[in-house]
C-alpha cells in the first residue's frame, strides 16, 4: 500500500459517504471517550500534586491553582483532541 495505509482506505469518495447515523455514532464516541479521557487524566493529576486541587480552589480561593488547574485541563482537551483526530 502507499505510504497512506489505513488513511487512504477512509477517505471517503464521491458518491460513498458514511450515512448520517453512522457520523452521529462517531461523533458521539469520540466525545464520550474524550470526555472520559480528561476526567481520568485530571484524577491523576489530583493524585500526583502535593496540594488538595479542590481545597485550594473552593476554601482558599486561591486563584493561581485556578489558573494551573485550567492550563492542565486545556492542556489535555488539545492532546485527546488531536489523538482522536489522528485516529478518526
Do not use: H
Amino acid at each position: 500500500m502507499a505510504s497512506g495505509g489505513l488513511a487512504c482506505l477512509l477517505v471517503a469518495t464521491p458518491g460513498t459517504a458514511p450515512p448520517l447515523w453512522r457520523a452521529v455514532l462517531d461523533v458521539s464516541l469520540f466525545g464520550v471517550v474524550g470526555m472520559v479521557l480528561l476526567v481520568f487524566g485530571y484524577y491523576i493529576w489530583e493524585l500526583i500534586t502535593p496540594y488538595n486541587n479542590r481545597q485550594e480552589l473552593q476554601e482558599n480561593k486561591n486563584l493561581a491553582v485556578a489558573i494551573v488547574v485550567a492550563a492542565f485541563v486545556l492542556g489535555m482537551a488539545i492532546v485527546i483532541a488531536a489523538a482522536i483526530l489522528r485516529v478518526g
